[in-house]
T-cell receptor, first 110, second 113 residues
Framework: SQQGEEDPQALSIQEGENATMNCSYK?????LQWYRQNSGRGLVHLIL?????REKHSGRLRVTLDTSKKSSSLLITASRAADTASYFC??????????FGAGTTVTVRA | KAGVTQTPRYLIKTRGQQVTLSCSPI?????VSWYQQTPGQGLQFLFE???????NKGNFPGRFSGRQFSNSRSEMNVSTLELGDSALYLC????????????FGPGTRLTVL
């Protein structure tokens, strides 16, 4: 079973717009991570946010974490065609595994 | 440095056969994890090895097994293949410490006919 649920399942935006996706999880976590996957290939690590952090930035990415609501959001600003991919949140409970959400498929239109 | 490599990249098998997938981690990484990705179930954790010891195992039947060698390379084996085993199998490596970034390989696409 998956720990995280992501919303929306799919997102289509124009190049230059922002994309926001949300992730909710069920149990307490050590940290939450976001990954990107291009067309059935391997996963690329984007950002990690610890349970005691509320917000983190990396380039055009902004991640928030609300442990009281057990939710996180990923914002991609000024999207580009190359951002077209599936995005997954994954929770780490310090048990040597990641529990992934179902993912959000983002399509950036030129 | 070289990334995580997985071999083979594509594999076609028939029901009842067995298959072995291989994963070579990034140099210096001692932890290797395996995940199965299917359209229906998403990304599911299979198992994690650190210094040849399995530290965690997911909810998969005993047909799924793995091992890690002293050079940190890992293999996973699926015996008596079923149609539902068709999936992308992803391997990830890390140093094995808490909050380490996991680096994923390109995956092995297994098709069971």
């Amino acid at each position: 079973s998956q720990q995280g649920e992501e919303d929306p399942q799919a997102l289509s935006i124009q190049e230059g717009e922002n994309a926001t996706m949300n992730c909710s999880y069920k149990t307490s976590i050590n940290n939450l991570q976001w990954y990107r996957q291009n067309s059935g290939r391997g996963l690329v690590h984007l950002i990690l946010i610890r349970s005691n952090e509320r917000e983190k930035h990396s380039g055009r990415l902004r991640v928030t974490l609300d442990t009281s609501k057990k939710s996180s959001s990923l914002l991609i600003t000024a999207s580009r065609a190359a951002d077209t991919a599936s995005y997954f949140c994954a929770t780490d409970n310090s048990d040597y595994k990641l529990s992934f959400g179902a993912g959000t498929t983002v399509t950036v239109r030129a | 440095k070289a990334g995580v490599t997985q071999t083979p990249r594509y594999l076609i098998k028939t029901r009842g056969q067995q298959v072995t997938l291989s994963c070579s981690p990034i140099s210096g990484h001692r932890s290797v994890s395996w995940y199965q990705q299917t359209p229906g179930q998403g990304l599911q954790f299979l198992f994690e090895y650190f210094s040849e010891t399995q530290r965690n195992k997911g909810n998969f039947p005993g047909r799924f097994s793995g091992r890690q060698f002293s050079n940190s390379r890992s293999e996973m084996n699926v015996s008596t293949l079923e149609l539902g085993d068709s999936a992308l199998y992803l391997c990830a490596s890390s140093k094995g410490l808490t909050e380490d970034t996991q680096y994923f390989g390109p995956g092995t696409r297994l098709t069971v006919l």
